[in-house]
């Protein structure tokens, strides 16, 4: 049997959890199907590797093609011997260990420079042993190196016309780092190596590493037979508390003993689930209530947020709002009346976002939002990106109320929030019947995802309908379902 190889992706996930290792190596069939949302993430990662490509002009390819890591490792030689001064994507093999490497530029003294690209707005923690480990197979593979180098994204850049690379990115020098490292690669590899060539997945417990740096794929597998509402589904409860609490015997969240050391509001939540019967503090609630200025304007905005900015004055990663919905109620009871706002797709959607909420929000009343930081903090971000209507936006911040309050400060806990306050979780508690299920835009994820197809431009007519139909109903929903929520807070109260 050939010896086994470890790639620098495997390498990562034996950092994080051996049991991830070998679950990739020899049991791929319990991934599930990726998300659409990581799908974009990655193509994201992609093009953000290719605009790198960019800083340094005038490289080559070392395309896999057929034959996959051999014809990669082929290709990459002949570059070299034909003298490339800019290698993108070279394959390298040292022993066991083969790795691919975003970037190498050739110097003076024939030395090589390795350029690591992330898309990141900032250097991370896991960024450093990622390039240790190609560093150590291209000095294996005989490579003389020079310089390390970490490429992310600059989080400062504001696009003006046409991407310059030289200001989209920030340039690292993290060769010090990588050999600090180098001890610690040699050390890791053995372990991997060990873990790959036993015949069994090792023994590891669920725990911080599922989820960090990376989410693990195999996650739906380890965590399965859980019960519905676990300790690990306790909001802000330490992993300390929680590996102590399974070493007692305890999974389930209604099992945790009275006198377990929780904070109180993880305290109230576990008397809510255990008598099954909702807590009010309703003095709490018509406090909320009071703070309310009629008429009363429910406000949503979805979102979309891409690596390498799409309209003139964004910056990377920005939430730009695409859409808005707004319920509008004179007073407590009345019906409300709908008024919403998607932008087109062929343009920035922020200018007529900003006229529609200049146009139909009174000079009086408050701004609801649920979790209304966030439509706070995109407001705020509009009146620093277009000044000529600053004033008009920043006036409307200070009537910004949340919704979410009276159930982040449990005013209101019910058994069926298990721990969670977003509005998906307290809709259908609050008003059964009332849910985003079937619905062909559900979350926030997805509308944005379908926003992206819309600006792709290769919908058919009749299908890019059909989304705006459905971004629509989706954002409606959003503001419907605040109506409904504080109706029953009033209820309540």
């Known amino acids: 049997m050939p010896e ?47 605009l790198a490509r960019e800083y340094f002009k005038g490289g080559k390819l070392a395309e896999a093609g057929p034959g996959g890591a051999a014809r990669a490792l082929e290709r990459t030689a002949a570059l070299m011997r034909a003298g490339a001064d800019t290698i993108y994507e070279g394959a390298f ?51 003389r190196l020079g310089k390390v180098r970490l490429m992310h994204v600059n989080g400062s850049f504001v696009k003006k016309g046409a991407i ?68 690990y589904d306790i909001p802000r ?70 690596a390498i900015p799409l309209y003139d004055g964004s910056r990377p990663y920005q939430q730009v709002p695409f859409q808005a919905s707004l319920h509008v109620q004179s007073s407590p009871g009345d019906a409300p009346r709908h008024l919403e706002y998607l932008g087109d797709a062929a343009a920035d959607p922020r200018p007529g976002l900003i006229r529609f909420l200049l146009e139909n929000i009174g ?44 159930f982040r400060s449990q005013a209101y806990v019910h058994p069926e929030f298990k721990g969670r306050v977003s509005l998906k979780r307290v809709l259908p508690a609050m008003v059964p019947g009332m849910t985003y299920k079937g619905m062909p835009i559900a979350d926030g994820s997805a509308a944005q995802l379908a926003y992206l197809d819309l600006l792709s431009g290769k919908l058919p007519a009749a299908e890019a309908e059909k989304i705006r139909e459905n971004l629509k109903r989706y954002c409606g929903q959003d503001t419907l379902a605040m109506v409904k929520v504080l109706e029953r807070l009033y209820g309540l109260a």
Not at 93 to 109: P, W
Not at 244 to 265: E, S, T
Not at 378 to 404: C, H, N, S, V, Y
């Open 164 to 231: 310059d690379p030289e200001k989209f990115f920030t340039l690292l020098d993290i060769t010090g780092e990588t050999r600090e490292l180098r001890t610690e690669t040699v050390r890791d590899l053995g372990l991997f190596l060990d873990t790959l060539g036993s015949g069994r997945a090792p023994d590891i417990p669920i725990g911080r590493h599922c989820s960090e740096p990376y989410d693990c794929e195999f996650r739906g597998h380890c965590w399965a037979g859980l019960p519905e509402f676990s300790i």
């Open 363 to 406: 000079p009086r009343g408050s701004l609801l939002a649920y979790n209304a930081a966030f439509e706070t903090a995109r407001i705020k971000e509009l009146a620093g990106d277009f000044p000529g209507q600053a004033a008009g936006l920043l006036a409307l911040t200070g009537r910004m109320r949340d919704l979410m309050a009276p």
């Open 93 to 143: 093999s040292s022993g066991t260990l083969l790795v691919r490497c975003d970037i190498l530029k050739r110097n003076a003294g024939g030395t090589w420079d390795l350029i690591e690209v992330k898309s990141s707005t900032g250097a991370k923690d896991e960024h450093f042993p990622d390039a240790a480990v190609q560093a150590y197979a291209l000095e294996g593979a005989g490579v």
């Open 237 to 306: 409860l330490g992993w300390e508390k929680k590996d102590a609490l399974k070493a007692m015997g305890i999974l389930r969240f209604r099992d945790v003993p009275d006198d377990f050391d929780l904070n109180p509001a993880q305290r109230l939540s576990l008397s809510v689930e255990k008598s099954g019967r909702p807590a009010v503090d309703r003095a709490a609630i018509r406090e909320f209530l009071r703070g309310l200025e009629y008429p009363l304007f429910h406000l949503d905005f979805e979102t979309i947020m891409p």
């Open 4 to 50: 086994r190889r470890i790639s620098k992706t495997q390498f990562m996930m034996g950092r994080q959890c051996l049991k991830r290792l070998w679950l990739n190596a020899f049991r791929k069939d319990l991934v599930p199907p990726l998300p659409k949302d990581q799908a974009r993430r990655f193509e994201e990662g992609h093009a953000v590797d290719v």
